[in-house]
């Protein structure tokens, strides 16, 4: 016998083929399976006897698709087909190796699928591709990395009646990027599930509680779905009001957790799913083990001590996402979340300036989370004191002695062809740096902490409420960032002084002005000076600290872009610069008259006049070190990654940031392929893009909140928050109201116009072109020094930060009052009444 039903099969027959024993089982427990067959493994045993082939045929694959079917093979294959398709319209075939979905090797996306078939004929051809595809290079390939040595041909075909979903999707049983047992992850989308499967959408993702079926959703764009037409399937654009709205109600989501818990009880380990709604009944169209998470899960517990593993999480850590934006690249995360832990343990020790000390840093679903306890230990006053005055010019002594030096060596090696040995030898060295550099990093911060934390408990002795304007107080001194946009507005300048440039800039799309310049000379000799700007300061990337995106240097659009915006909006500079001084001159000279105790007066003056002259130091600092290291470090492990590409190892040398600093070091050493690790990953982390990170992991105490608001400014949602106030940090001063603008990554910029209120989780200094055009700010994230905040003084806007629900309570298009003296959100008019 070679083919059989799913309802008469054992479901522990090998021949069906891995997919062919799940359809068995789950039928045969009665779960809602299409029905089918399956032709068992000695059917092409039997194609190969008849036709004379040798399996170990280097031309396997042609000759399968040139033999010919027994009569007696053709009959039986062809009365299962008639049978099947007295119930159904059309029907799928699909591989099923003995391999295939097996636990600890998926051979998932390795093999065939061909969908609405309908005739004898097409019928056996696509048995015959899928047998041919068990001897396809990319599948020995597999097997071979796999140490799968399976020689012998254990193929085996399912035949399954088509359901022609009018939704369809995926289901994890476990969620695959958190690794939580207690939730299950649905992907979702229009018409045949082969367009999720393939990744040719970006689908409806729902997060569901496996106790509670409470649901978090993120709706995805659906681009295209698939459907069956007279022959074979087609892709279709979706309608605007398809990809606006979810394509799972609630009743199904509920529906699909509750099969997907039966079905992982029936298993007994975490599974996948593929399923479909036709006609409002739901069908599940296959099961199998879920190998990648187990797989990724055993890497975070044993192989990188730095990747938190479930029992980490059960104390207390702290996201620092205040710091570090969204999650980071693994290549990254090897050199950061050490590096960070290594400065900060060192720098809490000899400056424990708010009585806490780190333990450990960890990367958790890619965001880098701290974990610290209090401490008793203090540093005494006088030796703080001695060091106050110097604070700024310590900073440039460290970066002139330690930084620039080694910027210059990797300038050098962004330009040298490696060999195996001078690359390894690059990188090491490279890793080395990082923990040199921050703690070198923090030995310049703390210091500067520390002063800031004496001044303002000086001006809280006299001033009991609204710090803020002890921070505006310390505004209006050049910094790196301010001396970064007012170069670019000098350059500006030049363009409205020039008709030919002020025309280029005026008419053109961002993204087309640098090839416009260069079409004519006067173009060509302003980019050269573009160019001079980027070599001084054009060392940040698209996104803070990361690898992934461009640097300005490697691009001169963003600095183009940002001159194209001071040309239209007609910001002055030197104008706004000088009224942010005055107003810091004004507020100074009418607290110091609050003072009435002499000797109090002149210590807050002196200290003031530290704080202010060191106050450099949060840009200057990110300037240097936090973004050029990064921003050099991307072009110097750019040429390494040229090299691994030459050797095989990944397929695009920017698929390194997909792999851990182990493993570079490895295939470095000695290169093996590593192009579908890199792949996962990716896939991994764009996963992780999607998720709200928390704020923090564990059950801190009341103590711990607020050593760590000290931090980071507020974890938590305000209690005080209703249906049309949100409460937050007062960072600057003032009231401005206006529309809501959302912008979630640099990508949305070019929507942010002349007047909007700026939503956002975080900024970093790239984000300050946005600062111009901007009536207010408001943020998720952020303390009273977080850049938001600094860049808001400096620029005069009011600002309320660490909202932690801003991006999710309002819309684009909402109409709020932002008050910065008192941290007060009043929502005006919402955008849909």
Same mark, same amino acid.
């Given at each position: 016998?070679?083919?059989?039903?799913?309802?008469?099969?054992?479901?522990?027959?090998?021949?069906?083929?891995?997919?062919?024993?799940?359809?068995?089982?789950?039928?045969?427990?009665?779960?809602?399976?299409?029905?089918?067959?399956?032709?068992?493994?000695?059917?092409?045993?039997?194609?190969?006897?008849?036709?004379?082939?040798?399996?170990?045929?280097?031309?396997?694959?042609?000759?399968?698709?040139?033999?010919?079917?027994?009569?007696?093979?053709?009959?039986?294959?062809?009365?299962?087909?008639?049978?099947?398709?007295?119930?159904?319209?059309?029907?799928?075939?699909?591989?099923?190796?003995?391999?295939?979905?097996?636990?600890?090797?998926?051979?998932?996306?390795?093999?065939?699928?061909?969908?609405?078939?309908?005739?004898?004929?097409?019928?056996?051809?696509?048995?015959?591709?899928?047998?041919?595809?068990?001897?396809?290079?990319?599948?020995?390939?597999?097997?071979?990395?796999?140490?799968?040595?399976?020689?012998?041909?254990?193929?085996?075909?399912?035949?399954?009646?088509?359901?022609?979903?009018?939704?369809?999707?995926?289901?994890?049983?476990?969620?695959?990027?958190?690794?939580?047992?207690?939730?299950?992850?649905?992907?979702?989308?229009?018409?045949?599930?082969?367009?999720?499967?393939?990744?040719?959408?970006?689908?409806?993702?729902?997060?569901?509680?496996?106790?509670?079926?409470?649901?978090?959703?993120?709706?995805?764009?659906?681009?295209?779905?698939?459907?069956?037409?007279?022959?074979?399937?087609?892709?279709?654009?979706?309608?605007?009001?398809?990809?606006?709205?979810?394509?799972?109600?609630?009743?199904?989501?509920?529906?699909?957790?509750?099969?997907?818990?039966?079905?992982?009880?029936?298993?007994?380990?975490?599974?996948?799913?593929?399923?479909?709604?036709?006609?409002?009944?739901?069908?599940?169209?296959?099961?199998?083990?879920?190998?990648?998470?187990?797989?990724?899960?055993?890497?975070?517990?044993?192989?990188?001590?730095?990747?938190?593993?479930?029992?980490?999480?059960?104390?207390?850590?702290?996201?620092?996402?205040?710091?570090?934006?969204?999650?980071?690249?693994?290549?990254?995360?090897?050199?950061?979340?050490?590096?960070?832990?290594?400065?900060?343990?060192?720098?809490?020790?000899?400056?424990?300036?708010?009585?806490?000390?780190?333990?450990?840093?960890?990367?958790?679903?890619?965001?880098?989370?701290?974990?610290?306890?209090?401490?008793?230990?203090?540093?005494?006053?006088?030796?703080?004191?001695?060091?106050?005055?110097?604070?700024?010019?310590?900073?440039?002594?460290?970066?002139?002695?330690?930084?620039?030096?080694?910027?210059?060596?990797?300038?050098?090696?962004?330009?040298?062809?490696?060999?195996?040995?001078?690359?390894?030898?690059?990188?090491?060295?490279?890793?080395?740096?990082?923990?040199?550099?921050?703690?070198?990093?923090?030995?310049?911060?703390?210091?500067?902490?520390?002063?800031?934390?004496?001044?303002?408990?000086?001006?809280?002795?006299?001033?009991?409420?609204?710090?803020?304007?002890?921070?505006?107080?310390?505004?209006?001194?050049?910094?790196?960032?301010?001396?970064?946009?007012?170069?670019?507005?000098?350059?500006?300048?030049?363009?409205?002084?020039?008709?030919?440039?002020?025309?280029?800039?005026?008419?053109?799309?961002?993204?087309?002005?640098?090839?416009?310049?260069?079409?004519?000379?006067?173009?060509?000799?302003?980019?050269?000076?573009?160019?001079?700007?980027?070599?001084?300061?054009?060392?940040?990337?698209?996104?803070?600290?990361?690898?992934?995106?461009?640097?300005?240097?490697?691009?001169?659009?963003?600095?183009?872009?940002?001159?194209?915006?001071?040309?239209?909006?007609?910001?002055?500079?030197?104008?706004?610069?000088?009224?942010?001084?005055?107003?810091?001159?004004?507020?100074?000279?009418?607290?110091?008259?609050?003072?009435?105790?002499?000797?109090?007066?002149?210590?807050?003056?002196?200290?003031?006049?530290?704080?202010?002259?060191?106050? %450099?130091? &949060?840009?200057?600092?990110?300037?240097?070190?936090?973004?050029?290291? @990064? /921003? !050099? #470090?991307?072009?110097?492990?750019?040429?390494?990654?040229?090299?691994?590409?030459?050797?095989?190892?990944?397929?695009?040398?920017?698929?390194?940031?997909?792999?851990?600093?182990?493993?570079?070091?490895?295939?470095?050493?000695?290169?093996?392929?590593?192009?579908?690790?890199?792949?996962?990953?990716?896939?991994?982390?764009?996963?992780?893009?999607?998720?709200?990170?928390?704020?923090?992991?564990?059950?801190?105490?009341?103590?711990?909140?607020?050593?760590?608001?000290?931090?980071?400014?507020?974890?938590?949602?305000?209690?005080?928050?209703?249906?049309?106030?949100?409460?937050?940090?007062?960072?600057?001063?003032?009231?401005?109201?206006?529309?809501?603008?959302?912008?979630?990554?640099?990508?949305?910029?070019?929507?942010?116009?002349?007047?909007?209120?700026? %939503?956002? &989780?975080?900024?970093?200094?790239?984000?300050?072109?946005?600062?111009? @055009? /901007? !009536? #207010?700010?408001?943020?998720?994230?952020?303390?009273?020094?977080?850049?938001?905040?600094?860049?808001?003084?400096?620029?005069?806007?009011?600002?309320?930060?660490?909202?932690?629900?801003?991006?999710?309570?309002?819309?684009?298009?909402?109409?709020?009052?932002?008050?910065?003296?008192?941290?007060?959100?009043?929502?005006?008019?919402?955008?849909?009444?």
């Amino acid at each position: 016998m070679y083919s059989v039903r799913f309802q008469k099969a054992e479901e522990s027959s090998r021949s069906a083929g891995a997919k062919g024993m799940n359809l068995i089982k789950l039928t045969k427990n009665g779960l809602p399976v299409p029905d089918g067959f399956v032709i068992q493994t000695n059917a092409l045993t039997r194609f190969i006897e008849d036709n004379r082939l040798q399996a170990a045929d280097a031309h396997m694959e042609r000759a399968i698709m040139n033999g010919t079917f027994s009569k007696e093979l053709r009959d039986e294959l062809a009365a299962s087909f008639y049978e099947l398709r007295e119930s159904y319209a059309s029907v799928a075939v699909r591989s099923s190796s003995v391999s295939e979905d097996l636990e600890g090797a998926s051979f998932a996306g390795q093999y065939e699928t061909y969908l609405n078939i309908k005739t004898e004929e097409e019928f056996l051809g696509k048995v015959k591709e899928c047998w041919a595809s068990f001897f396809s290079a990319r599948v020995s390939g597999y097997k071979e990395k796999m140490n799968n040595d399976t020689a012998e041909p254990l193929m085996g075909v399912v035949v399954q009646g088509l359901i022609n979903s009018e939704v369809s999707g995926v289901i994890f049983s476990r969620n695959p990027v958190t690794h939580d047992d207690g939730e299950l992850m649905i992907s979702a989308s229009y018409g045949l599930g082969e367009a999720i499967v393939s990744g040719s959408v970006t689908p409806d993702t729902f997060i569901v509680n496996k106790g509670t079926f409470q649901i978090d959703k993120e709706i995805g764009l659906k681009e295209i779905y698939i459907v069956s037409q007279e022959e074979g399937v087609t892709e279709k654009e979706t309608s605007a009001d398809m990809r606006n709205r979810f394509c799972l109600d609630d009743e199904n989501i509920k529906e699909l957790a509750m099969l997907t818990i039966k079905t992982e009880e029936l298993y007994g380990y975490p599974v996948d799913l593929e399923f479909g709604f036709a006609e409002n009944k739901l069908y599940l169209l296959q099961a199998r083990p879920i190998t990648t998470i187990v797989q990724d899960q055993k890497a975070a517990d044993e192989e990188r001590e730095f990747i938190m593993t479930p029992r980490d999480q059960k104390d207390f850590w702290l996201n620092m996402e205040s710091n570090i934006e969204g999650p980071v690249s693994p290549l990254f995360a090897s050199l950061i979340v050490p590096a960070l832990e290594y400065g900060l343990k060192e720098s809490t020790k000899t400056f424990p300036v708010m009585g806490i000390e780190i333990e450990r840093v960890k990367l958790h679903q890619g965001r880098v989370f701290s974990r610290q306890h209090k401490t008793d230990d203090k540093l005494p006053a006088e030796q703080l004191e001695a060091l106050f005055p110097i604070l700024a010019d310590r900073m440039y002594d460290i970066i002139q002695e330690t930084f620039l030096p080694f910027y210059q060596k990797l300038d050098e090696l962004a330009h040298t062809n490696h060999t195996r040995e001078t690359a390894l030898d690059a990188f090491r060295n490279l890793q080395d740096f990082y923990l040199k550099g921050y703690e070198e990093h923090f030995n310049i911060v703390f210091p500067q902490v520390a002063l800031n934390m004496m001044l303002e408990s000086m001006y809280g002795q006299i001033e009991k409420e609204n710090t803020s304007l002890l921070y505006e107080m310390l505004a209006g001194v050049m910094n790196k960032s301010l001396e970064t946009d007012r170069q670019l507005w000098l350059l500006s300048g030049q363009v409205k002084d020039s008709p030919e440039l002020r025309r280029v800039f005026t008419v053109s799309p961002a993204d087309e002005l640098h090839q416009t310049l260069l079409q004519s000379n006067e173009g060509k000799r302003f980019l050269e000076q573009v160019g001079e700007f980027l070599q001084e300061y054009g060392w940040r990337s698209v996104k803070s600290h990361d690898l992934l995106e461009e640097t300005w240097a490697e691009n001169p659009y963003f600095a183009l872009a940002n001159i194209q915006n001071y040309v239209r909006n007609g910001y002055d500079f030197d104008s706004e610069f000088h009224k942010t001084i005055e107003k810091r001159k004004q507020l100074y000279a009418a607290f110091m008259e609050k003072i009435e105790d002499d000797g109090f007066r002149e210590k807050f003056d002196r200290y003031y006049q530290w704080t202010l002259s060191s106050s %450099v130091i &949060k840009d200057d600092h990110h300037f240097y070190i936090d973004a050029m290291l @990064d /921003a !050099k #470090a991307r072009l110097c492990l750019l040429k390494i990654g040229e090299l691994l590409e030459k050797q095989g190892v990944i397929d695009d040398r920017e698929d390194m940031w997909y792999l851990y600093s182990d493993e570079v070091e490895k295939a470095l050493a000695s290169p093996v392929p590593m192009q579908e690790k890199a792949a996962e990953r990716k896939q991994l982390f764009q996963q992780y893009q999607l998720l709200e990170a928390p704020a923090y992991l564990g059950t801190p105490t009341p103590e711990q909140l607020q050593a760590a608001e000290q931090i980071t400014g507020s974890i938590t949602e305000d209690e005080k928050n209703t249906e049309h106030h949100i409460y937050g940090l007062a960072a600057s001063s003032g009231i401005a109201s206006g529309p809501v603008k959302v912008i979630r990554d640099a990508s949305e910029f070019s929507l942010f116009s002349s007047g909007d209120v700026l %939503v956002c &989780k975080m900024t970093t200094p790239l984000w300050t072109s946005l600062f111009q @055009d /901007a !009536k #207010a700010v408001i943020t998720d994230t952020g303390g009273i020094l977080s850049h938001a905040a600094i860049i808001a003084r400096e620029y005069g806007l009011p600002a309320v930060l660490g909202t932690r629900a801003a991006t999710d309570r309002l819309n684009d298009g909402d109409i709020v009052s932002v008050d910065g003296t008192n941290g007060k959100i009043t929502i005006v008019k919402r955008a849909s009444c």
